[in-house]
Nanobody, 115 residues
Framework: QVQLVESGGGLVQPGGSLRLSCATS????????MGWYRQAPGKDRELVAI???????NYGDSVKGRFTASRDNAKNTVYLQMNSLKPEDTAVYFC?????????WGQGTQVTVSS
């Protein structure tokens, strides 16, 4: 059974940092892509970052230079380091993968950037 469980969200001031984690089970993260997405109230879900099976990384334009995705293959966990956070980064953050021809999503973790 595939499970993705995000954690690490919270309330942070503008300019601050957070690190999100996505713990997985039932998959091998080095054999598939792992994506981070976010959805703000009233907006569509948008891509934040993707790590391919080969380890390449791609980022959404709004987070380039501020966010860094990484993975720990031994722990089957992916991370999203978020620096220089802005109020517009406020959203629910989800991790996503595709395994066995099915898409899987975690339950999401709330990130709120506010003073």
């Amino acid at each position: 059974q595939v499970q993705l469980v995000e954690s690490g969200g919270g309330l942070v001031q503008p300019g601050g940092s957070l690190r999100l984690s996505c713990a997985t089970s039932g998959i091998i993260i080095s054999s598939t892509y792992m994506g981070w997405y976010r959805q703000a109230p009233g907006k569509d879900r948008e891509l934040v970052a993707i790590i391919t099976s080969g380890g390449s990384k791609n980022y959404g334009d709004s987070v380039k230079g501020r966010f860094t995705a990484s993975r720990d293959n031994a722990k089957n966990t992916v991370y999203l380091q978020m620096n220089s956070l802005k109020p517009e980064d406020t959203a629910v953050y989800f991790c996503n993968t595709r395994w066995g021809q099915q898409n899987y999503w975690g339950q999401g973790t709330q990130v709120t950037v506010s003073s």
